[in-house]
């Protein structure tokens, strides 16, 4: 079974900050998502990647298969990017994504 | 909006009632899910449909009871839960067969309380 860490756990920055949010896991994998989730519980996915990086506005992710390493970074950051940002990997079965415990980001103005 | 609609919001229940969650998904997906979020822990699988038929359950006590009528539709059946079973519970979408390699679309939850 595969085991994800991510790190901070938390993390409080000034608005306008460069962010880095880290994922390891312990087993190769198909495919990883990051996704956010707001206060009040809904979860959007950021993105799913499986090599490289991939960039949507001021959010990029990379993944270093080799490594077994994934960042998501925030440029610009702003209050409304405060949200806890979950990594999560599969195996590319059907057998369920492994997620981490989340990193709880607060942005402050 | 992700176009995965769930209700209740809110559920508080005593350990004897029968209640029931819903979810509806307006994205053509195939594949639904259920996920298990509780406090300090990440999120859990607990049952995988893929075009109606369940194709993953998790270990998943039989006091949740999944129905999946058709593939846009999902519930999940609570009875005689217990005060441990509190958490978040999280209805997603993707649109092929449930593999880990589909984005995933999910709802609001439903925060629910066991007394």
């Known amino acids: ?109 | 909006e992700t176009g995965v609609t769930q209700t209740p919001r809110h559920l508080v229940m005593g350990m004897t009632n029968k209640k029931s969650l819903k979810c509806e998904q307006h994205l053509g997906h195939n594949a639904m899910y259920w996920y298990k979020q509780s406090a300090k822990k990440p999120l859990e699988l607990m049952f995988v449909y893929n075009f109606k038929e369940q194709t993953e359950n998790n270990s998943v006590p039989s006091r949740f009871s999944p129905e999946c009528p058709n593939s846009s539709h999902l519930f999940l059946h609570l009875h005689t839960l217990q005060p441990e079973d509190s958490a978040l519970y999280l209805c997603a979408s993707s649109q092929g067969h449930g593999a880990t390699n589909e984005k995933l679309f999910f709802g609001s939850g439903t925060q629910l309380s066991v007394l």
């Open chain 1, 1 to 109: 079974k595969n085991e994800v860490e991510q790190s901070p756990q938390n993390l409080t920055a000034q608005e306008g900050e460069f962010i880095t949010i880290n994922c390891s896991y312990s087993v190769g994998i198909s495919a990883l998502h990051w996704l956010q989730q707001h206060p009040g519980g809904g979860i959007v996915s950021l993105f799913m990647l499986s090599s490289g990086k991939k960039k949507h506005g001021r959010l990029i992710a990379t993944i270093n298969i080799q490594e077994k390493h994934s960042s998501l970074h925030i440029t610009a950051s702003h209050p409304r990017d405060s949200a806890v940002y979950i990594c999560a990997v599969g195996g590319g079965g059907a057998d369920g994504l492994t997620f981490g415990k989340g990193t709880h980001l607060i942005i402050q103005p």
